[in-house]
């Protein structure tokens, strides 16, 4: 939806089959049930603060300062997306490679933290031109000083982010909880008291915001962080992730941009207070997200594995059966929150907000479509092709920033929401017609040489001597 997070990246399931076809191991023990839900427990404290925050600046500032908050939010998102790509899963796959030579491991870890600070400031700085070009010319109104106070949390962010993915990386998922959890009391205890006071606004929460990744980087590197050896080069380094990355970058960029239209789109048409309230419908359409994400890493280790095991035959069946459940249980999930969505809305942001509930409908919808497509997202990585979920997410993008701006201004939030149901309808299409093609050619037999290819091939390899 508006905030994209059900993507998995394509070493994730790879990771996740490598340690399930581990020779010699079972598919379950103890210590993978453990590290699993502490990993679950790491991922509440991230989407919980998200979430907790959205409702605080929703309820205590109202609609439009929640306008300007989720818009700032669309940046911070891209923000990550950069950061995933290209530099915490190139990082997963690369130090695990290199484990053995513990020296290499440590200078690499040390060249990928300052390629994360140099991304962070790079990324920091075209957000603050962005930011005063938007102040300058005054449209949306107020944004931009609530975009630069998002700006200054980036680089911080970027840090906590490879604090975190290292004690993931080096099998320590308790230091990853703490980094979160203590991240979460901070932002979370400092949203509260702003609240309680009067003073929370959409650029005092990002200050809270950039405040708590600070004294938590802090925290980390002075109690030993990445010290290590030396630095490999950074131009290597970039490259080679860059290399690994390009076409995850690529599609979670478009998918991104995607979500973050339709507020954008409000905002920019409508009003900042008419985005607010978009804002808070995508809120409650996002509750299904904890579930969307379990199922969905549930099934991205079984399609590769079966394709590794099995063949494409077999995967073809599991995609279809894993497809079909998924929108099974979606639509479900999807009716129940369209249904309580009046009530729910009103719990949490404010009787304000109870407003024109045919909208949520139609986003759930949209939520299911593209859970429809995610099981395809995950054969095109296995199948080793990023370049076709690259295009049919830059096509879902195309199609949904289109169809949001004739639609919000023919039909306000209703039509902004057909709009992204628009865009979900082509990038899933697209990925589940790329997957079943991919499918159907990895299954074709080797293709046999005619007589006269092998003849001429023949005569190459053994010429006739003058």
Not at 306 to 330: D, F, N, S, Y
Request: overall charge positive; glycine content about 8%; proline content about 6%.
């Amino acid at each position: 939806m508006a905030i994209e997070e059900s993507s998995i990246a394509p070493n994730e399931s790879s990771a996740a089959d490598a340690g399930a076809s581990r020779p010699g191991k079972p598919w379950f023990s103890t210590a993978a049930a453990r590290t699993v839900a502490l990993a679950l427990v790491d991922q509440a404290a991230v989407s919980g603060t998200r979430f907790a925050a959205t409702i605080l600046v929703g309820r205590w500032a109202g609609k439009e300062a929640l306008g300007d908050y989720y818009l700032a939010f669309s940046m911070v998102m891209l923000a990550l997306c950069v950061h995933e790509a290209l530099v915490a899963l190139p990082y997963n796959v690369f130090v695990q490679r290199w484990s053995a030579d513990s020296a290499r491991s440590r200078r690499y870890t040390h060249s990928t933290l300052l390629l994360t600070w140099c991304c962070g400031l790079g990324l920091a700085g075209v957000f603050a031109v962005a930011s005063a070009a938007m102040w300058l010319l005054g449209h949306p109104v107020g944004f931009g000083a609530v975009a630069l106070a998002a700006t200054a949390a980036v680089p911080m962010l970027f840090l906590v982010e490879f604090a975190r993915r290292h004690a993931l990386a080096h099998f320590a998922p308790w230091r990853a909880v703490r980094i979160d959890w203590a991240c979460a009391a901070l932002q979370v205890g400092g949203l509260l008291l702003l609240a309680q006071t009067g003073l929370l606004t959409p650029i005092n929460a990002y200050l809270v915001f950039a405040a708590g990744y600070a004294v938590v980087a802090v925290a980390w590197w002075a109690a030993g962080g990445a010290h290590g050896e030396p630095p490999a080069s950074l131009g290597p380094t970039t490259i080679r992730h860059w290399r690994f990355g390009r076409w995850v970058f690529g599609t979670q960029l478009m998918q991104t941009l995607r979500g973050a239209a339709p507020p954008w789109i409000a905002a920019l048409v409508l009003s900042k207070a008419e985005a607010g309230q978009l804002a808070a419908f995508l809120t409650i359409v996002l509750l299904a997200n904890p579930f969307l994400l379990s199922i969905n890493n549930i099934l991205s280790p079984i399609l590769t594995r079966t394709l590794r095991r099995e063949g494409p035959a077999r995967m073809r069946a599991a995609l279809i059966a894993g497809t079909a459940w998924l929108v099974l249980g979606m639509t479900a999930l999807g009716a129940l929150l369209a249904a309580f969505s009046p009530p729910a809305l009103a719990v949490l942001f404010g009787a304000q907000y109870v407003d024109r509930p045919h909208v949520v409908p139609v986003l759930a919808l949209a939520m299911v479509i593209e859970a429809a497509g995610m099981p395809s997202i995950n054969g095109l990585w296995a199948l080793r092709k990023g370049q076709a979920n690259f295009l049919a997410n830059f096509a879902g993008a195309a199609v949904t920033v289109a169809a949001c701006a004739v639609l919000t201004i023919y039909d306000g939030l209703f039509g902004a929401a057909c709009g992204l149901v628009a865009g979900r309808c082509v990038s899933t299409w697209w990925q589940m017609a790329a997957c079943l093609r991919a499918i159907d050619r990895a299954a074709e037999p080797p293709r046999s040489r005619s007589p006269l290819e092998m003849a001429a091939r023949e005569s190459r390899c053994n010429p006739v001597a003058p």
